[in-house]
């Protein structure tokens, strides 16, 4: 999963035709990397969508517009719009995630 390191890298990947999923972390968030430990099955299974993770403490305005108040969080872009999106709560378990995943297919 490669990391977003700009604003306008975020707004050019969001903008696909294809769907991306884009996870929002923090380096000192322990349900984050708990995610971590199952996250990579989860996207070798999903290769549908493109995958990108962003540090939510260094894009906080990005976060806020998105409404991601917890991490760790999935959300799906697809044309500019986010289309779907999993919040930290949900996402504890590879279950939940694979759950979030099918629901949105």
Same mark, same amino acid.
């Given at each position: 999963? !490669? ?27 322990? !349900?984050?990397?708990?995610? !971590? ?69």
């Amino acid at each position: 999963m !490669d990391a977003i390191k700009s604003n306008e890298q975020f707004e050019e990947i969001i903008s696909s035709n294809e769907p991306v999923i884009v996870k929002f972390e923090a380096d000192w968030c322990p !349900d984050c990397k708990r995610m !971590d430990m199952f996250i990579g099955d989860i996207v070798e299974a999903n290769k549908q969508y493109t995958w990108f993770e962003m540090d939510r403490d260094q894009f906080p305005e990005i976060a806020e517009k998105y409404s991601v108040m917890g991490i760790p969080s999935l959300l799906i872009f697809q044309n500019g719009e986010k289309t779907a999106h999993l919040h930290s709560a949900k996402a504890k378990s590879p279950e939940q995630v694979n759950e979030f995943l099918d629901s949105v297919k």
